[in-house]
């Protein structure tokens, strides 16, 4: 069974529209995240929610809207599709604590044109 | 403000040689160290965690780290490269006292027959 998984793997698309990407895990973690992999790999956080309650907003901008209906689901919804949104969007899970290593999800690559 | 620097892009090492793959950090308070490797087109996949402890850490697919405090390193190491071993690390902490995972910026390594 996967861990973290997040459909769809592949998503072009055009500049203007909404897409959304979605994540879940079956793993009982509490913690859940959202990544961006830009085209020089390089990992940002974008969201975390413990317990449906969102934690950490990384000053995305507010076409990004994430949605966690359970522990077990964290969905992304992105309105109003840039050019420069187009990246690999990771999602991920762990529990809640310092100590605990991160389960992720094999990414969904939005290709905005 | 926490970061995590790789200093290097790209290792380059021939099979059947010792890899290093190196990391250094800047966090307040105790710092809690991952290793990350990403495959092609896949996700992250934990390798190794340093949280408290030996300072010579064993993971997974004989991979090992050793967290050097006077030196704010966390390199990873493995005694004989294998060419399957080739992807990209990430060395990543924990941020603050939040479940923030903040990523270095990758290293890539090359593994040649």
């Known amino acids: 069974d996967t861990a973290v998984s997040q459909t769809p793997k592949y998503l072009v698309t055009q500049m203007g529209n909404d897409k959304s990407i979605k994540c879940e895990q079956n793993l009982g973690h509490d913690t859940m995240y959202w990544y961006k992999q830009d085209s020089k790999k390089f990992l940002k956080i974008m969201f975390s929610?413990?317990?449906?309650?969102?934690?950490i907003n990384e000053t995305v901008p507010n076409r990004f809207s994430p949605k966690s209906p359970d522990k077990a689901h964290l969905n992304l919804h992105i309105n109003s599709l840039e050019l420069g949104d187009s990246a690999v969007y990771f999602c991920?899970?762990?529990?809640?604590?310092?100590?605990?290593?991160?389960?992720f999800g094999q990414g969904t690559r939005l290709t905005v044109v | 403000a926490q970061s995590v620097a790789q200093p290097e892009d790209q290792v380059n090492v021939a099979e059947g040689n010792p890899l290093t793959v190196k990391c250094t950090y800047s966090?307040?308070?105790?710092?809690?160290l991952f290793w990350y490797v990403q495959y092609p087109n896949r996700g992250l996949q934990f390798l190794l965690k340093?949280?408290?402890?030996?300072?010579l850490v064993k993971g997974s697919y004989g991979f090992e780290a050793e967290f050097n405090k006077s030196q704010t390193s966390f390199h990873l190491k493995k005694p004989s490269a294998l060419v399957s071993d080739s992807a990209l690390y990430f060395c990543?902490?924990?941020?603050?006292?939040?479940?923030?995972?903040?990523f270095g910026a990758g290293t890539r390594l090359a593994v040649h027959p």
């Open positions: 340093y949280i408290t402890g030996d300072n």
């Open positions: 966090v307040s308070g105790n710092p809690y």
């Open positions: 929610y413990n317990n449906k309650e969102l934690i």
């Open positions: 990543a902490s924990f941020s603050g006292g939040y479940n923030k995972l903040i």
């Open positions: 991920a899970s762990s529990q809640r604590g310092q100590n605990t290593e991160a389960f």
